[in-house]
């Protein structure tokens, strides 16, 4: 039965229904790779080989084709960005496994501390030393320097100063066997095995030995002097502490020994947890309680022993650590292979689809380069297949239809040609006959020239006559003007004479209500005349009768009534003279009242002369006007006659140059007709 065919990249990378072939160790990772690079290869030099390079890119070029060329090189730049992460992610992960690695191969200079040998121990601290200048990529070469300083200068120091240092110097390496194992990634190991094993390693056995340690020392002190005094509180406290770190370290022990399936780290457990609780039980006994029944030398012994087995804890720890980075390194390495591959794939993957793009612009500049090499040589019914859908598709889509407009153009151009041809023969003929017609046009302008000519001599008699009437009208006009003039100047002089005549009306009348004013005061004044002399006449009987004693009052009154008399004939001549006065200013008015009453009729008689002159005025001038624009109109006739004239001669002239530009219209329909003939061959050379 026949198998399904497959592609290459599916053979490769295998089919992802099929369950995965778990990579154990790193050969048979390796030989899987291996041999699926070996396939690739050959099938890469089998199309080779077979020349077949464009069917081994045909599925690259097909995805491309289907896709623009933002849309190929944000594929491209998606392959070359996944590349390049790859490895950046790949790298990041090596250097970190290879700190770790590199941690976990010089982790045994702790080790080596440990039985207080000085010389192992200088060794170490050397080695570790030119380690740390080599690389110090956890940048902890200060550190250790400065511990290495301090260990040298340990035989320098006694009694209690040594004990401080020394007590310095284990706090400092456990200190930096910590950072060491924070910086190299072991206490952040993603598998919890191995990070339960390196905190058991690093922190929690150099913890549980270091407060031992110190509950030991303090310890032995107190048995020597027997006095616990003031170190009880800190007795209690160091106990504390070091119960703490033996649960902690017990604990770690057993959570350890099952994520690392390691029976040994839970037989330790189980022998480590009586001898340091009979440490911590003792301590307590002889010191905190006071006992005091044990000899220094004798819990040394004690405190000692659980040392050893402190120490010999490490042994086993180191070896299951060892054999599960030993496995980390083999993982590491086999995954690098794979990441390699993978790596390759891409970069693979990235120089196909590269080539496959370079190929099908290639292909696409190719088919529109022989696209358009037929249409320049007349094969304007050639038509590009294109099969992508990018840009270039626009582009041979658009040259195709530029190609069918052309072709619908020049058979447009073909049929006009021929039309043209048609044309330019008729064009010819037609100037022929144009040509005769010019020849009796001239004849007929030379015939028109001349009655114009005579027409344009009558018109300028007439003018001539009209002028004559225009300068009468005129003159006629200027003197009804100048009698109008005179007119209007009549009828202001009427107008201010009867008014000067009114004043001198409205003057007298007032001169007569003065008088009669004066009239009456006079009357007035001969009232009061009389009616003093009665009072003096009065008085001069009274005088009369007082005798002597009034004689001075009756001269008075004498006098009185002669004034009074005389006064009443001033008044009387005054009532006279006034009486004459209105009498005369009377007829005055009466008089001027006529004298008005004439010069308004004079007045209306010369505005009414005004008005008949005015009409005249106007007529003269609307006779003048008529006559004006008639001689207007007789010279703008008489120019017009001569314009005529002009242009009938220049109709002449122009006709026999008609004549002329006819008969060489007429070579050129004929050239016309070779050029259409010609055009006609070179449009015939196109296949639409």
């Known amino acids: 039965m026949a198998q399904p065919k497959t592609s290459l990249f599916s053979r490769l990378l295998g089919d992802r229904t099929r369950p995965r072939i778990p990579f154990n160790t790193r050969t048979a990772k390796v030989g899987v790779l291996g041999e699926k690079a070996r396939v690739l290869g050959s099938e890469l030099y089998g199309a080779v080989r077979s020349g077949d390079v464009q069917g081994f890119f045909a599925p690259a070029i097909r995805l491309l084709n289907g896709l623009r060329y933002g849309s190929k090189f944000a594929l491209l730049g998606a392959l070359a960005m996944a590349t390049v992460g790859f490895y950046v992610a790949a790298l990041a992960q090596v250097q970190h496994y290879s700190l770790v690695a590199h941690a976990a ?19 170490q601290f050397d080695a570790l030393a030119t380690v740390l200048q080599q690389d110090d990529r956890f940048g902890l070469a200060e550190r250790w320097s400065a511990l290495r300083t301090a260990w040298q200068g340990l035989p320098a120091t006694s009694g209690e100063q040594r004990a401080q240092a020394l007590a310095g110097i284990k706090r400092g390496l456990q200190d930096f066997v910590a950072d060491l194992g924070a ?53 209690a406290a160091l106990g504390n502490s070091a119960a703490s770190a033996r649960a902690d370290l017990l604990d770690a022990l057993v959570r350890a020994g099952s994520a690392a399936s390691a029976d040994a780290l839970k037989a330790q457990a189980e022998t480590l947890a009586p001898a340091l609780q009979g440490v911590l039980d003792s301590a307590e006994r002889e010191v905190v309680r006071g006992a005091f029944s044990l000899s220094p030398a004798t819990f040394i012994n004690e405190a000692g022993a659980v040392q050893q087995s402190l120490h010999a804890a490490y042994a086993p720890l180191r070896e299951v650590l060892d054999q599960r980075l030993a496995a980390r390194v083999e993982a590491l390495e086999a995954r690098f292979w794979y990441s390699s591959l993978i790596g390759a794939l891409l970069v693979g993957m990235l120089c196909y689809i590269s080539a496959a793009l370079m190929m099908s612009i290639f292909d696409g500049v190719a088919r529109l380069a022989e696209g358009a090499t037929r249409i320049g040589e007349g094969e304007l019914g050639h038509r590009i297949e294109y099969l992508a859908r990018d840009e270039l598709e626009t582009v041979s889509s658009q040259f195709n239809r530029m190609a069918a407009g052309l072709a619908t153009t020049l058979g447009s151009v073909r049929q006009s040609v021929e039309a043209l041809q048609s044309a330019a023969e008729s064009l010819a003929s037609t100037a022929d006959r144009v040509s005769d ?4 046009q001239s004849e007929s302008a030379a015939s028109m020239a001349a009655s114009v000519e005579e027409m344009t001599v009558g018109v300028e008699e007439i003018a001539r006559n009209a002028s004559a009437a225009d300068s009468a009208a005129s003159e006629s006009g200027e003197l009804s003007v100048e009698g109008g003039k005179v007119v209007e100047h009549a009828v202001s002089e009427m107008a201010q004479i009867a ?3 009114n004043q001198s009306s409205a003057v007298i009348a007032e001169l007569g209500q003065n008088s009669a004013r004066i009239s009456s005061i006079v009357q007035s004044i001969k009232d009061i005349a009389d009616q003093t002399n009665l009072l003096a006449l009065n008085a001069a009987i009274e005088a009369a009768r007082a005798g002597e004693d009034g004689r001075g009052f009756a001269v008075v009154a004498d006098e009185v009534r002669k004034l009074a008399e005389r006064t009443t004939s001033a008044t009387k001549e005054i009532a006279g003279m006034v009486g004459a006065i209105q009498a005369g ?64 001669e220049a109709v002449a002239q122009m006709a026999e140059e008609n004549n002329a530009v006819i008969g060489q219209a007429r070579d050129t329909a004929r050239t016309l007709v070779t050029l259409a003939e010609e055009l006609t061959r070179e449009v015939r050379r196109f296949r639409l």
């Open 183 to 235: 910086a190299s990634g072991l206490l952040s190991d993603s598998e919890r095995s191995r990070n339960l094993l390196a905190d058991l390693l690093i922190r929690k056995l150099p913890n549980a030995s270091g407060r031992l340690a110190a509950l030991g020392e303090t310890t032995v002190g107190l048995l020597v002097t027997k006095d616990v005094g003031a170190e009880w509180t800190r007795m």
């Open 499 to 501: 008014d000067s005549v």
């Open 585 to 648: 200013t009377g007829r005055a008015v009466t008089a001027m009242q006529g004298g008005v009453l004439r010069v308004q009729e004079g007045l209306e008689l010369t505005r009414r002369s005004g008005a008949a002159m005015n009409g005249i005025r106007e007529e003269s001038s609307r006779v003048l006007h008529s006559v004006s624009e008639i001689s207007q109109a007789l010279r703008e006739q008489s120019s017009a006659c001569t314009d005529i004239a002009r242009h009938v």
């Open 437 to 440: 017609g010019s020849v009796r």
């Open 105 to 123: 191969e010089h982790d045994a200079a702790y080790g080596a501390t440990l039985p207080g040998q000085a010389a192992a121990v200088a060794r």
